[in-house]
């Protein structure tokens, strides 16, 4: 999960943690591209878009899928503007407007691996 907004990540990693996933947390599209890189378990992708540095959402996306072309994506964001299509990113994964509700984020997850929506257990 890669937020520039601390809070926003916590938020977000508690509710899939709560729903059974396991999540690691990127402050940057920097250090979540190196994550990526040497973690081959990872096996999507959640972004915001607007993200300072040299690697916004976006580019985020595009470099991580260049890595690991079956990697899953999910882009978030709080800014209308910059949503592309109606509900896709730039062909590669679905976007979630913030703020979400729990329920959706944990929907879109599920979607993303297949999973029926409803709850999931802890392992």
């Not at 994550?35 to 580019?59: N, V, Y």
């Not at 690991?68 to 964001?77: A, D, N, S, V």
Request: proline share 8%; net charge neutral.
């Amino acid at each position: 999960m890669v937020d520039d907004h601390e809070g926003t990540r916590d938020f977000t990693c508690s509710v899939l943690q709560n729903a059974g996933f396991a999540v690691l947390a990127c402050a940057s599209g920097e250090e979540a591209l190196v994550t990526i890189a040497q973690d081959p378990t990872i096996g999507l992708l959640i972004t915001d878009i607007m993200m300072p540095g040299r690697l916004d959402g976006w580019r985020l996306a595009e470099s991580s899928k260049a890595l690991r072309g079956g990697l899953r994506i999910i882009y978030i964001t709080a800014g209308p503007s910059v949503i592309r299509t109606q509900g896709q990113g730039p062909g590669l994964g679905p976007l979630v407007p913030k703020p979400c509700t729990p329920e959706q984020l944990i929907v879109s997850v599920q979607r993303m691996f297949g999973l029926s929506p409803g709850p999931r257990r802890r392992n």
